[in-house]
């Protein structure tokens, strides 16, 4: 890469050349004023403006810790993955070691309620980002699984979290309401006959179940699917 090539990862550029004074601020410094802003006012509020008000920073001084809003949103991303509390190794149990992984990022992103779009699109493999994806492999090392398909499994268990965490969310918002409004809709549909299997599907659906319950039922039935040992 030449030197007058930006890259597109942050990861790519050096922190700091080692070379002259001090730095004021550092990626991590950043990261957690982008994260406080995007916890309390939404992803949409985080500029780099109200960043460096956050810092005390000039606007174009954080240019030269992060040139661009996309470099931004990946130190975001790998300070949350740094809230995973997983130990120095894997069990030796991958359904186990697979659970923990999911049930620790469905709490960073209950946490951080804007995170689940942001990682569905721009995967974290910054330093706290890599030490979860190699303990995600190092869980499925024994497995009849290839290098793709381990990586594959990561980016699918991500996915199904982040669709699940941001679904209950916003059914939450939603309130018991578009619950009511739902039911009355299916119900209208289901009873002109074109929709056959949707109609013995309800017939024999039962109550409502917790989201935590509902949760664990799915992730043990995409764990089976995703490493059929």
Request: glycine share 6%; hydrophobic share 40%.
């Amino acid at each position: 890469m030449s030197s007058g090539e930006e890259s597109e990862l942050i990861w790519l550029r050096p922190e700091h050349s080692g070379r002259g004074p001090r730095p004021a601020h550092s990626r991590v410094s950043i990261a957690r004023a982008a994260v406080g802003i995007a916890d309390r006012d939404g992803l949409d509020a985080v500029t780099m403006r109200k960043v460096a008000a956050e810092l005390g920073a000039g606007t174009m001084s954080l240019y030269n810790y992060v040139p661009k809003k996309e470099h931004l949103f990946d130190l975001m991303l790998d300070l949350l993955a740094g809230e995973y509390d997983l130990p120095e190794q894997p069990s030796g149990d991958w359904r186990a070691d697979l659970t923990l992984l999911a049930r620790q990022l469905r709490a960073i992103l209950t946490r951080h309620s804007w995170a689940t779009t942001l990682l569905a699109h721009r995967p974290g493999l910054g330093p706290n980002g890599l030490r979860v994806t190699e303990f995600h492999l190092a869980a499925l090392a024994d497995t009849r699984l290839d290098g793709t398909a381990k990586m594959e499994a990561f980016s699918q268990l991500t996915g199904f979290v982040c669709q699940f965490t941001d679904w209950q969310q916003r059914s939450t918002a939603a309130g018991h309401r578009w619950l009511s409004d739902l039911v009355r809709y299916l119900q209208s549909v289901t009873a002109t006959g074109q929709y056959p299997h949707l109609a013995t599907a309800l017939a024999q659906s039962t109550a409502p179940t917790a989201p935590d319950t509902v949760f664990e039922r799915d992730l043990q039935r995409l764990l089976t699917v995703l490493v059929d040992v």
